[in-house]
């Protein structure tokens, strides 16, 4: 018996993979929304998640925002390498991005996502110490006046000089869909040569 939810076709898998990411970029509940960013250096690693705020087919981009104090900065900078996680349990599909990512502070980029913004997001940046600073009690870090509601447009403006946004340039991408007959696999590796994705089935 044919199993219809089975991937027959490469190219179709790499269009629904850039579909399924701009549907988590807009859709705050879809599961690709909240993607697993893992970062390495030398002597250090670490993943968490992120909140997936871009992506782009065309520039082959995957962007998320973050405090420019926070540790996973440091990580991007020493080495830009950065692969991203996502899991759609319904779907039972598991897609790893990898590549190179670009970390802007106080530039156009940065000022244009900033600018894009809503006053409740900013708010984060606003934090006193910067993520990660030890402390004796609980606490968001945020001034007490923010406490229990959202900045102004101008209470928010110092935020900006703790916002940066990571912009991935994905050159690898890997597809995973779980099933009983058999799991499926397939891989995308970006060549400059050809301007273009080559695809590739894979045994998973």
């Known amino acids: 018996m044919k199993d219809y939810n089975l991937p027959a076709d490469l190219k179709a898998i790499l269009a ?3 579909e399924t990411f701009e549907v988590g970029v807009r859709e705050a509940k879809h599961p690709f929304h909240t993607p697993v960013v893992a970062t390495t250096a030398p002597s250090d690693c670490d993943a968490r998640v992120v909140v997936l705020r871009r992506a782009s087919f ?3 981009e995957l962007v998320f ?21 996502f899991y759609d349990p319904a779907g ?11 970390v802007h502070h106080g530039d156009a980029v940065a000022q244009a996502a900033w600018a894009c913004t809503k006053l409740m997001s900013r708010r984060c940046y606003l934090a006193e ?3 990660s600073t030890p402390v004796d009690v609980p606490s968001s870090g945020l001034p007490p006046a923010l406490v229990e509601r959202s900045p102004t447009a101008s209470e928010s403006e110092p935020g900006f000089a703790n916002f940066a946004v990571c912009v991935t340039q994905v050159n ?10 058999g799991h499926r696999r397939a891989a995308f590796v970006w060549d ?3 301007a273009g994705w080559r695809g590739h089935w894979l045994t998973p």
């Open 58 to 60: 065309d520039r082959r």
């Open 92 to 102: 039972k599909i598991q897609v790893r991005a990898k590549g190179n990512t670009v």
């Open 65 to 85: 925002h973050t405090d420019a104090r926070a540790p996973k900065v440091r990580l991007l900078r020493a080495c830009h390498t950065t692969a991203w996680v």
């Open 172 to 181: 690898r991408l890997d597809w995973l869909q779980l099933a009983a007959r």
């Open 192 to 194: 400059d040569s050809l």
């Open 129 to 131: 110490l910067a993520p």
């Open 16 to 18: 629904n993979i850039w």
